[in-house]
Nanobody, 122 residues
């Protein structure tokens, strides 16, 4: 079984930056690691994903150019660097591990972290 431990959330003013981290332990090496978010304004949506073997990435249009997903394969850790944050980025951010497709769609991910809150003030 895979367990995900997230960190890095917090409060920041619009235009600021945060870096989220997610460490995956247990189980086999993940095929995909992704970030999702959920707020009172929207249902859970995909943010970004990375294919562990190749490092290829997928981003939601809403974060493209502002967010960067990266990984440290040796540590089974994925990061989400968030720059130029906007109030609409405020959400609970979840790390997830998938075993098949790396599309940023919740149904493809099998294991989920506890979430870390990101709040962006105007």
């Amino acid at each position: 079984q895979v367990q995900l431990v997230e960190s890095g959330g917090g409060s920041v003013q619009a235009g600021g930056s945060l870096r989220l981290s997610c460490a995956a332990t247990g189980g086999t090496y993940p095929t995909c690691m992704g970030w999702f978010r959920q707020s009172v304004w929207k249902e859970r949506e995909g943010v970004a994903s990375i294919r562990s073997s190749r490092g290829s990435t997928i981003y939601a249009d809403s974060v493209k150019g502002r967010f960067t997903i990266s990984q440290d394969n040796a540590k089974n850790t994925v990061y989400l660097q968030m720059n130029s944050l906007k109030p609409e980025d405020s959400a609970m951010y979840y790390c997830a591990v998938g075993r098949s497709l790396c599309n940023v769609v919740p149904v493809y991910y099998d294991y989920w972290g506890q979430g870390t809150q990101v709040t962006v003030s105007s």
